[in-house]
């Protein structure tokens, strides 16, 4: 190698590594991140359990989320922050302040959005709509028809969210009504067929919004053993063809990491659950690469 070229070529790589850089670098500036966090069936807890308490001791609690949730965004600022409904009901926070206090929280770590559960009607939708202007983040529900109520408008059928150039859209999914809450309840709110809805909502988001990740916010709960007619996140995986991610909740499921499902286009939908009362924060990392096509890994974090 001539002397002036080795000079040059010494003095640029000194200055690539004087910025910390390596050549390696610029192959990785290629890729995109973004970390999808989730919660599900917090159901009003919002102290950790006890260090005597039998089961979950010294686990859970809103503040050491909160602290969790901050430290992950610093590591990467392109962060969704989701739940899968049940916010309500549990403990007395609930029976004193209606939810107040939860929506408060979750609007102070910056949730993005939650679907709506069950127990979230646990004080009529009155008590709901009371609560309503304390949430700082969305309410998307695809299957619930509020148009008759007093939620009319306050819950979107979805919404895109972009993180650095990644377009997200996230619709939600409710679980039949009747003969699980109280009709004096819920009154006028109409029910519509899951897996019809998460096949148009789907197919709108990818195909027509061109998003790059579609996320379910599901409440349907993740697997039935003596019901193989109910329609539970692991079906609806199987039923549809435009859904990445389906967040779940209903059934308290603990799961370590995504269950991998085959859609009936025979691509693979991430499902997860982590559990209920605020007790682990579900992580998935997805990897976009130039063309937009992504790796993932998932995991449940124990708070």
Avoid: W
């Avoid at 159901?43 to 809103?62: E, Q, T």
């Avoid at 990644?166 to 004096?184: A, P, S, T």
């Avoid at 998935?284 to 690469?289: A, E, K, P, S, T």
């Avoid at 063309?291 to 124990?302: A, L, V, Y």
């Amino acid at each position: 190698m001539k002397r002036r070229e080795f000079i040059e070529k010494t003095a640029a790589s000194t200055t690539l590594l004087g910025l910390g850089l390596s050549l390696n670098s610029f192959k990785t500036n290629d890729v995109k991140q973004l970390t999808v966090l989730h919660t599900n069936d917090v159901h009003s807890h919002i102290d950790p359990f006890p260090a005597d308490d039998p089961r979950n001791p010294n686990k859970g609690g809103v503040a050491r989320r909160a602290a969790l949730i901050e430290t992950i965004r610093k590591e990467n600022p392109n962060v969704l922050l989701l739940d899968a409904g049940d916010i309500f009901q549990g403990t007395p926070y609930f029976n004193y302040y209606g939810g107040e206090l939860e929506f408060k929280l979750m609007s102070m770590m910056k949730y993005d959005a939650s679907t709506i559960g069950n127990h979230d009607f646990d004080n009529g939708l009155d008590g709901l709509y009371a609560q309503m202007p304390h949430a700082s983040f969305e309410f998307i529900c695809s299957n619930y028809d509020f148009k008759n109520t007093v939620m009319n408008g306050l819950v979107k059928p979805y919404k895109i969210f972009n993180k650095n150039g990644i377009k997200v859209g996230v619709f939600g999914l409710g679980i039949e009504l009747e003969g699980l809450v109280d009709k004096k309840m819920y009154k006028e709110t109409i029910y519509n067929n899951p897996v019809e809805i998460a096949e148009d909502m789907s197919q709108l988001l990818k195909k027509e919004e061109k998003c790059d990740v579609v996320i379910c916010l599901s409440h349907l709960g993740y697997k039935y053993k003596d019901d193989t007619t109910k329609i539970c996140d692991l079906k609806l995986a199987e039923l549809t063809q435009d859904i990445d991610l389906i967040i779940g909740g209903h059934t308290h499921t603990f799961l370590d990491k995504p269950t991998i499902v085959k859609n009936k286009a025979g691509k693979d939908v991430l499902v997860n659950q982590v559990g209920c009362y605020g007790i682990n924060l579900g992580r998935i990392d997805f990897y976009f690469d130039k063309n937009k096509s992504h790796t993932n890994e998932g995991k449940s974090i124990i708070v």
